[in-house]
Protein backbone atom coordinates (compact mmCIF):
# COMPACT_ATOMS: atom_id res chain seq x y z
CA UNK A 1 0.00 0.00 0.00
CA UNK A 2 1.17 3.29 -0.63
CA UNK A 3 1.15 6.29 2.17
CA UNK A 4 -1.83 7.55 0.78
CA UNK A 5 -3.68 4.69 1.14
CA UNK A 6 -2.84 4.17 4.22
CA UNK A 7 -2.93 8.20 5.13
CA UNK A 8 -5.70 10.04 3.44
CA UNK A 9 -4.48 12.66 1.07
CA UNK A 10 -2.14 14.98 0.70
CA UNK A 11 -2.86 18.50 1.73
CA UNK A 12 -1.09 21.73 1.64
CA UNK A 13 -0.45 22.44 5.53
CA UNK A 14 0.96 24.97 7.55
CA UNK A 15 3.59 23.20 10.40
CA UNK A 16 4.06 25.21 13.65
CA UNK A 17 7.86 25.15 14.30
CA UNK A 18 6.57 26.67 17.65
CA UNK A 19 6.26 24.87 21.17
CA UNK A 20 4.06 25.39 23.38
CA UNK A 21 4.10 24.81 27.55
CA UNK A 22 3.59 21.03 28.41
CA UNK A 23 4.88 17.44 28.63
CA UNK A 24 6.21 16.05 25.08
CA UNK A 25 7.53 12.92 22.85
CA UNK A 26 9.68 13.61 20.00
CA UNK A 27 9.09 11.40 17.25
CA UNK A 28 12.41 11.28 15.08
CA UNK A 29 12.70 9.14 11.62
CA UNK A 30 10.36 8.10 8.54
CA UNK A 31 7.72 5.63 9.92
CA UNK A 32 4.31 6.90 9.52
CA UNK A 33 2.81 4.31 10.69
CA UNK A 34 4.96 4.12 13.78
CA UNK A 35 3.77 8.02 13.99
CA UNK A 36 0.06 6.74 14.57
CA UNK A 37 0.88 4.23 16.85
CA UNK A 38 2.21 7.18 19.36
CA UNK A 39 -0.61 9.21 18.83
CA UNK A 40 -2.99 6.82 19.13
CA UNK A 41 -1.54 5.85 22.54
CA UNK A 42 -0.94 9.45 23.49
CA UNK A 43 -4.26 10.64 22.20
CA UNK A 44 -6.07 10.65 25.48
CA UNK A 45 -2.78 12.13 27.25
CA UNK A 46 -1.85 15.70 28.01
CA UNK A 47 0.96 14.76 26.20
CA UNK A 48 2.04 16.84 22.76
CA UNK A 49 3.88 14.95 19.82
CA UNK A 50 5.75 16.96 17.72
CA UNK A 51 7.73 15.08 14.51
CA UNK A 52 11.89 15.68 13.91
CA UNK A 53 13.32 15.40 10.93
CA UNK A 54 12.84 16.33 6.44
CA UNK A 55 10.91 13.05 6.65
CA UNK A 56 8.48 13.11 9.03
CA UNK A 57 7.65 16.34 8.50
CA UNK A 58 5.18 15.49 5.65
CA UNK A 59 3.36 13.64 7.85
CA UNK A 60 1.61 16.80 8.90
CA UNK A 61 0.44 16.95 5.41
CA UNK A 62 -1.81 13.64 5.43
CA UNK A 63 -5.48 14.09 6.25
CA UNK A 64 -5.21 11.06 8.45
CA UNK A 65 -2.95 12.74 11.12
CA UNK A 66 -4.92 15.92 11.36
CA UNK A 67 -7.46 14.07 13.15
CA UNK A 68 -4.84 13.67 16.15
CA UNK A 69 -4.69 17.27 18.17
CA UNK A 70 -2.03 15.89 20.34
CA UNK A 71 0.40 16.26 16.97
CA UNK A 72 1.22 20.06 17.53
CA UNK A 73 4.09 20.66 15.36
CA UNK A 74 7.49 20.30 14.21
CA UNK A 75 10.99 20.53 16.23
CA UNK A 76 14.55 20.91 15.29
CA UNK A 77 15.72 21.52 11.63
CA UNK A 78 16.82 18.03 10.42
CA UNK A 79 18.66 15.02 11.03
CA UNK A 80 21.99 16.91 10.84
CA UNK A 81 21.15 18.62 13.88
CA UNK A 82 20.07 15.43 15.84
CA UNK A 83 22.29 16.30 18.65
CA UNK A 84 21.48 19.35 19.46
CA UNK A 85 17.56 19.03 18.68
CA UNK A 86 17.81 15.86 20.87
CA UNK A 87 19.76 17.26 23.57
CA UNK A 88 17.72 20.38 23.97
CA UNK A 89 14.19 18.52 23.78
CA UNK A 90 12.91 18.73 27.27
CA UNK A 91 10.87 15.21 27.36
CA UNK A 92 10.87 11.61 25.40
CA UNK A 93 12.48 10.85 22.13
CA UNK A 94 11.62 7.95 19.93
CA UNK A 95 13.21 7.18 16.53
CA UNK A 96 11.27 5.48 14.26
CA UNK A 97 14.05 4.22 11.81
CA UNK A 98 17.54 3.40 13.19
CA UNK A 99 19.62 6.24 11.73
CA UNK A 100 21.87 8.01 14.11
CA UNK A 101 24.66 6.66 15.84
CA UNK A 102 26.25 7.53 19.68
CA UNK A 103 23.39 9.42 20.53
CA UNK A 104 22.72 7.52 24.06
CA UNK A 105 25.39 9.76 26.53
CA UNK A 106 22.93 12.75 24.92
CA UNK A 107 19.76 11.60 26.26
CA UNK A 108 20.22 8.38 28.47
CA UNK A 109 16.68 6.49 29.35
CA UNK A 110 14.77 9.47 27.45
CA UNK A 111 15.59 7.75 24.08
CA UNK A 112 13.63 4.91 22.68
CA UNK A 113 13.58 2.73 19.58
CA UNK A 114 10.93 0.33 18.26
CA UNK A 115 13.30 -0.67 15.67
CA UNK A 116 14.50 -4.24 16.43
CA UNK A 117 18.37 -3.79 17.01
CA UNK A 118 18.64 -0.45 18.76
CA UNK A 119 21.73 1.68 18.94
CA UNK A 120 23.67 1.47 21.99
CA UNK A 121 22.23 3.07 25.06
CA UNK A 122 18.51 3.04 23.43
CA UNK A 123 15.36 1.50 24.49
CA UNK A 124 13.57 -0.94 22.48
CA UNK A 125 9.79 -0.75 22.57
CA UNK A 126 7.49 -3.47 21.69
CA UNK A 127 5.27 -2.26 18.90
CA UNK A 128 1.96 -3.06 20.81
CA UNK A 129 3.47 -1.43 24.63
CA UNK A 130 4.11 2.74 24.60
CA UNK A 131 4.15 3.13 28.32
CA UNK A 132 7.89 2.84 29.05
CA UNK A 133 7.94 6.24 26.49
CA UNK A 134 4.99 7.70 27.55
CA UNK A 135 5.97 7.06 31.43
CA UNK A 136 9.30 8.75 30.42
CA UNK A 137 7.65 11.55 28.99
CA UNK A 138 5.27 12.49 31.78
CA UNK A 139 8.48 12.11 34.58
CA UNK A 140 10.97 14.69 32.21
CA UNK A 141 11.08 18.64 32.30
CA UNK A 142 8.66 19.24 29.69
CA UNK A 143 8.47 22.65 28.45
CA UNK A 144 8.09 25.15 30.76
CA UNK A 145 7.06 27.82 28.33
CA UNK A 146 6.46 28.02 24.58
CA UNK A 147 8.53 29.37 21.70
CA UNK A 148 6.99 30.86 18.85
CA UNK A 149 9.25 30.04 15.43
CA UNK A 150 7.95 30.67 12.06
CA UNK A 151 5.62 27.95 10.56
CA UNK A 152 6.24 26.18 6.95
CA UNK A 153 3.89 25.33 4.17
CA UNK A 154 4.06 21.63 3.20
CA UNK A 155 2.12 19.55 0.87
CA UNK A 156 -0.10 20.14 -2.22
CA UNK A 157 -2.71 20.05 -4.04
CA UNK A 158 -3.09 17.48 -6.25
CA UNK A 159 -5.70 18.55 -8.84
CA UNK A 160 -3.83 21.51 -9.16
CA UNK A 161 -0.46 19.98 -9.95
CA UNK A 162 -1.73 17.59 -12.81
CA UNK A 163 -3.30 20.86 -13.85
CA UNK A 164 -0.43 22.26 -14.33
CA UNK A 165 1.43 19.14 -15.66
CA UNK A 166 -1.03 19.15 -18.43
CA UNK A 167 -0.71 22.84 -19.14
CA UNK A 168 3.30 21.97 -19.45
CA UNK A 169 2.58 18.81 -21.09
CA UNK A 170 -0.34 18.66 -23.62
Do not use: C
Not at 147 to 154: L, M, Y
Amino acid sequence: NSQKDLFGPIEPTMVSFSSRPGKAILVSGSDFQKLKNILEATKNKEIDVYTHGTEMLMAHAFHEFKKYPNLIGHYGYGMESSQINFSTFPGAIIMTKGTLQRVDFLYRGRLFTLDPIPPMGVLRLKTNDMSPLINSALSAKGFSRGQTRPSVNVGYDENELIKKVKEIIP
